[in-house]
């Protein structure tokens, strides 16, 4: 299997956690990601360290804690094909964070370095930005949990749905240049969620010079690394596909540069 795609384990840790990615793990420098599966009464409790970091409720009920502040009984879907913006906690570094899971729980902890210039808060459904992209069998969903225009020291979080039959991440493209204004460098990881669990999504990770070149089936909780180069999705007939994506580089904002072999894509009249 390629190194880019992470399984999940069969069963949750003691700690509850099914799958995770450090920055030593992917050999890289600031993406961490993990998900953890808690038991109704299971709890959860970390510190943040240098690392702030988003929770984000993908599934389930909890009440989140931190050093200052408390949320109870957080947490409206069920399943992320509710398709209805989710409940999310922002903790910064050198501070703490409790989740305490009050039906069962999925709940993705997505990180980065942290520089303290935030306090915690929580990213209600209401504070989710919604918007369509693309058109045609390349339309999907996106919910910005954490975008750039919302306060963060590194982290960038968004959701995507592809209905079957589309693509994602297209025209393809890319962020691993700090070549600011014209594209950012920002690692990223893919956390993949299929309606129908035995179905799959394509996902091509490539470079210009095709010094990396791959094309990976993955499956219903999987992640994918894209270190670098363009990373399109394809959600086949009859599966559609949930990813939650988090990025994350020497600076907070997102500029890609789309693959010049399909850039007309977006461009050409007769197509729209």
Known sequence: MSKLIVKPAELPDEHGRLLAITPESAGWQYVGFEVVRLEAGQSLRRTTGDQEACIVLLSGKADVKTKAKEWRDIGSRMSVFERTPPYSVYVPNEDEFE???????????????????????????????????????????????????????????????????????????KHDRNALPDESLLEETYYFKIEQENGFAIQRVYTDDRSLDETLVVKDGQAVLVPEGFHPVCAPPGYDCYYLNVMAGPVRTWKFHNDPDHAWIMVNPSLK
């Open 99 to 173: 989740l305490v899971a009050l039906t069962v729980l999925e709940a993705a902890i997505c990180t980065a370095p942290g520089s303290g210039s935030y306090e915690a808060r929580l990213i209600g459904p209401e504070d989710v930005g919604r918007e369509t992209r693309g058109y045609g069998n390349i339309e999907r969903q996106i919910h910005n949990i954490l975008p750039e225009q919302q306060s963060a020291d590194s982290l960038l979080v968004v959701e995507v749905f592809t209905p079957n039959g589309h693509w994602s991440s297209y025209p393809p493209h």
